[in-house]
C-alpha cells in the first residue's frame, strides 16, 4: 500500500517562519493550531516519530513564536519530545517527512540543523539550565533578549531541573520556565512532585481566586507601575498562602497559572503579559498529551512514539505483517519476563528504574511484585544510590536503565555502589547504536566507562539464552556490582530453555573453529559474525569465531588459546573503539608480549547521526559487509 504524503493546510502552507506566523490576525492563531495539529497526525501516521507529546503542545508552540522575537529571542525545549510543532513553524515543514530518517531531519532539536533550535536535546531536565546560562549570557553582553525554557512535569522530577530553578532564583536573572503539565512523560508521573501539581490544577478555590487577581492586575496595568507592583505583591502574598505554587515561589520565581494550555488565544495574553515582567517567572500550564487524536489521548503511553503507519481515525496499524511466524521477543522484553521468573524464586530481588517500565519492560516486574518494584522519576542519580541503599540491607537490587541515561549517574555507580563493593545489577538497554533517537540515545560508552571501574563485571549475551543465564548468575552473586548489557530490538528468535543455568563468570564459548584469522565478538553483534563466517565458507576461507561475553574480566584462556592458533585477531563490538572491549583484548595481548595483530572493530571516535540499526552498522563498518571486507583484508585476498 503506497500511502501519500500530507499535505498543509491554507494557514500552514504559507508559514515558513514565525515572521510569517506574525503577520496573521490573533483570531486566526486557533485555526493555524487545528492545521499544525492535523498536519502532525499526518505527517506520523505514514512515516512515524515520537507523536503525543508534541500534539499536546501545538497551541503553546504556536503561541511562544508569535509572541516572542524568535531566533532573537530564545526558546529551549526539554527533551524534545514536543518539538515537531516547533520545527514545521521554522522552516522545516516541507522537509518533516525525513524526521527520524537516515540522513533526514532529527527527531530531537539539533543546533546544527537550524537557527530556531537554541539548544540540543534527548535527554530530559536540561532547559532550565541551559535556559539560565543564556539569560546570564545575555546579561552580560548588556542585550534584552528573552529567555524561555520549556519543560514537561515528568522531567521537572529530574533533580537537575531544581538545582537549575535554586540558581536562577539566587541570580534573579530574566527568564520564562513553562511548566507543560500533563501528568506523563512516557509512562504516567510517579511520586510527591505528581500529586504537589494535581493539587494546585484541581484547587477551584484558589483557581477562582487567581482568575480574578489576574483581571485586577490587568485592570491596574493602566494605573501605573507602583499599583501593579503593589496588585503584584498581594498576588504572590494569596497564592502563596492557599496553594502549593509556593514551592515555585520559595526558589525565587513568580508563580502564574495554572492555566489552559490548549487555550492559544489566553497563551498569548498571558506570554504577552510576562514579557513586560522582570525576573525568573515560572507559568504552569496544563496540558492533554496526545490532544486531538482520540486515541493517542486514550492510551497516552502506547501513542508517545510510532514506528509504522497507521490510520489516522482509527489509529489501527497498516503495516503490511512480514511473516505468518509470530516475530521474536525484544530483548527487553526478555530481560523483563526473566525477571519475574526469578523474583518469584527470590523474595529478595527488587527492581529500579528511572521513569521507564515501558521501555525497560519492568511493568510485568510492577504488576507481579507491586512492593518489589519501583519507578523512581526521571531520576538516574537516585536510581542508582538507592539501588545501592537496597543492596546494603541484602536486597538484590536490578537497576533498569538505558545506557544512555546511565552515563548521567556514573559518579553514583563509583562512588555508591563500586567503592563499597555493593552486589547491585546494572541491566544496560539500548546499548550500541539504538536507531532513528540518534547520537542523544546511542548507548556507546557502557563498555569503556564501566571497564575502568573496580568491583564491577561488565557482560553482554550474544543471544536471549545467554540474557537469561547471565540474569540468573548475577541474581546469585553477590562479591560485585554486574553490569549486563543488551540492545534494542528483537532478540534472534532461538528456542529458549525454560531453566536457567549458571553463566561461568569470565568464559567465553567457541562458536567455530578456523584458520589464521579469529573473530572475537562481544555481545549481539556477533551474530554478525555466524553470517559472515557462512558467506567466507563458500569462498574458501576459514574464521575462527569466539563469543567472549565478558568484557571484563576477560576469558584470557581463550585469548591465550586463540593466539596459540591463529595469525591474527579482529575484535568486534556494538561500542565505542576507544577503551572498550577491543581494547581490553589488544591491553591483554601487548601485556603478553604477543606479535599477533588486533583489529578493532567498533564505533570511531565521531558522532553518529540517525538512521535503522542495519544503516549505522554498516556506516561505521561493523555490519556484515565491513566485517566481510576487514577480513579479506587482513588475510590479503579479494573477493571472489
Known amino acids: 500500500m503506497k500511502l501519500k504524503k500530507p499535505e498543509a493546510g491554507p494557514l500552514l502552507r504559507n508559514i515558513h517562519s514565525p515572521a510569517d506566523l506574525k503577520k496573521l490576525k490573533p483570531e486566526q492563531l486557533q485555526e493555524v493550531c487545528d492545521e499544525l495539529r492535523e498536519y502532525i497526525i499526518d505527517i506520523v501516521s505514514v512515516y512515524g516519530g515520537h507523536f503525543g507529546a508534541s500534539l499536546g503542545v501545538v497551541e503553546l508552540t504556536v503561541a511562544l513564536h508569535y509572541t516572542y522575537n524568535t531566533p532573537e529571542d530564545l526558546v529551549v525545549w526539554d527533551v524534545g519530545h514536543q518539538a515537531y510543532g516547533h520545527k514545521i513553524l521554522t522552516g522545516r515543514r516541507d522537509s518533516f517527512h525525513t524526521n527520524r530518517k537516515y540522513k533526514g531531519l532529527s527527531g530531537f532539536p539539533k543546533r546544527s540543523e537550524s537557527v530556531y533550535d537554541t539548544f540540543g536535546v534527548g535527554h530530559s531536565s536540561t532547559s532550565i539550565s541551559a535556559g539560565l546560562g543564556m539569560a546570564i549570557a545575555r546579561d552580560l553582553d548588556l542585550s534584552d533578549k528573552k529567555v524561555v525554557s520549556v519543560i ?93 505554587g509556593a514551592l515555585f515561589q520559595a526558589l525565587g520565581f513568580k508563580y502564574y497559572g495554572p492555566v489552559d494550555g490548549h487555550n492559544v488565544d489566553a497563551l498569548r495574553r498571558h506570554l504577552e503579559d510576562l514579557r513586560t515582567v522582570s525576573g525568573p517567572k515560572l507559568l504552569h500550564i496544563v496540558t492533554i498529551k496526545g490532544k486531538g487524536f482520540v486515541p493517542a489521548e486514550r492510551e497516552q503511553t502506547k501513542w ?80 542508582v544510590t538507592f539501588a545501592a541503599g537496597l543492596a546494603t540491607q541484602g536486597k538484590k537490587a536490578f537497576a533498569a536503565l538505558y545506557s544512555t541515561f546511565l552515563q548521567r549517574a556514573y559518579d553514583q555507580v563509583i562512588h555508591d555502589v563500586a567503592i563499597q563493593k555493593l552486589p547491585v545489577v546494572f541491566c544496560i538497554d539500548r546499548a550500541g547504536l539504538v536507531g532513528a533517537d540518534g547520537p542523544t540515545h546511542h548507548g556507546l560508552y557502557d563498555i569503556s566507562y564501566l571497564r575502568a571501574v573496580p568491583n564491577m563485571i561488565v557482560s553482554s549475551p550474544m543471544n536471549e539464552q545467554e540474557l537469561r543465564d547471565m540474569l540468573f548468575t548475577a541474581s546469585e552473586y553477590n562479591n560485585a556490582a554486574w553490569a549486563v548489557r543488551y540492545p534494542r530490538g528483537r532478540s534472534t528468535g532461538m528456542n529458549i530453555r525454560k531453566d536457567f543455568l549458571k553463566t561461568e563468570i569470565g568464559k567465553g564459548r567457541v562458536i567455530r573453529e578456523g584458520e589464521k584469522l579469529a573473530i572475537l565478538s562481544f555481545g549481539p553483534i556477533g551474530n554478525y559474525v555466524v553470517e559472515v563466517a557462512e558467506i567466507l565458507e563458500k569462498e574458501g576461507l576459514e574464521i575462527g569465531h569466539f563469543d567472549m561475553r565478558f568484557a571484563k574480566p576477560l576469558d584470557t584462556a581463550m585469548i591465550d588459546h586463540v593466539l596459540a592458533g591463529y595469525d591474527s585477531i579482529i575484535t568486534l563490538e556494538d561500542g565505542t573503539r576507544l577503551g572498550g572491549f577491543g581494547s581490553a583484548v589488544a591491553e591483554y595481548v601487548a601485556g603478553k608480549g604477543a606479535g599477533i595483530p588486533v583489529k578493532i572493530m567498533g564505533v570511531p571516535d565521531t558522532i553518529v547521526e540517525h538512521g535503522t540499526q542495519r544503516e549505522l552498522h554498516d556506516e561505521v563498518g561493523i555490519g556484515p559487509d565491513g566485517i566481510i571486507s576487514q577480513v579479506r583484508e587482513l588475510l590479503g585476498v579479494t573477493a571472489k
Open 152 to 244: 514537561g512535569d515528568g522531567a521537572m522530577t529530574g533533580g537537575m531541573a531544581f538545582e537549575a530553578m535554586n540558581n536562577a532564583g539566587a541570580l534573579n536573572s530574566d527568564i520564562l520556565v513553562v511548566l507543560n503539565d500533563n501528568n506523563m512523560s512516557i509512562d504516567p508521573n510517579v511520586g510527591a512532585l505528581k500529586e504537589y501539581l494535581a493539587e494546585i490544577t484541581t484547587s477551584k478555590t484558589f483557581n477562582k481566586m487567581r482568575d480574578e487577581i489576574y483581571d485586577l492586575l490587568g485592570h491596574f496595568k493602566a494605573a501605573g507601575d507602583k499599583m501593579r507592583k503593589a496588585a503584584s505583591k498581594l498576588e504572590r502574598a494569596v497564592t502563596a498562602a492557599i496553594t502549593p
Open 304 to 383: 508517545h512514539a510510532q514506528s509504522s503507519p497507521f490510520d489516522k481515525i482509527t489509529g489501527k496499524s497498516l503495516a503490511q505483517p512480514t511473516s505468518e511466524n509470530k516475530q521474536p521477543s525484544k530483548y527487553q522484553d526478555v530481560f523483563g519476563e526473566a525477571l519475574v521468573e526469578l523474583a518469584a524464586k527470590n523474595e529478595d530481588i527488587v527492581a529500579i528504574t528511572p521513569a521507564m517500565p515501558s521501555g525497560s519492560s519492568l511493568w510485568p516486574m510492577m504488576k507481579t511484585f507491586p512492593d518489589r518494584a519501583f519507578d523512581v522519576g526521571i531520576a538516574e542519580q537516585h536510581a
